[in-house]
Nanobody, 117 residues
Framework: QVQLVESGGGLVQPGGSLRLSCAAS????????MGWYRQAPGKQRELVAT???????NYADSVKGRFTISRDNAKNTAHLQMNSLKPEDTAVYYC???????????WGQGTQVTVSS
């Protein structure tokens, strides 16, 4: 099992920045992919950014150049630095971890990000 706990959401003005964190615990040694998804009201959950255990990263086109995903292996934590935020970035952001060999996906509880003036 893997447990994920997010932090760092909140209210920010357009053009501002936020940093989300996701602390992982449990069977973290077998996590192959980790990242962030988001879900806005009335919309489907969508990928924001991920990284693999091999070091590859992937970003949604809508956040490229504005968001940066990173990890702190010593603290088993993933971060999402979000700059130049737009109102359309408003959503609940979910941390995700995948153990491919076990066919298991894990989700955090979600953290609200609201971009508004």
């Amino acid at each position: 099992q893997v447990q994920l706990v997010e932090s760092g959401g909140g209210l920010v003005q357009p053009g501002g920045s936020l940093r989300l964190s996701c602390a992982a615990s449990g069977s973290i040694f077998s996590i192959n992919v980790m990242g962030w998804y988001r879900q806005a009201p009335g919309k489907q959950r969508e990928l924001v950014a991920t990284f693999t255990s091999g070091g590859s990263t992937n970003y949604a086109d809508s956040v490229k150049g504005r968001f940066t995903i990173s990890r702190d292996n010593a603290k088993n934590t993933a971060h999402l630095q979000m700059n130049s935020l737009k109102p359309e970035d408003t959503a609940v952001y979910y941390c995700n971890a995948v153990r491919i060999g076990y066919g298991r996906w894990y989700w955090g509880q979600g953290t609200q990000v609201t971009v508004s003036s």
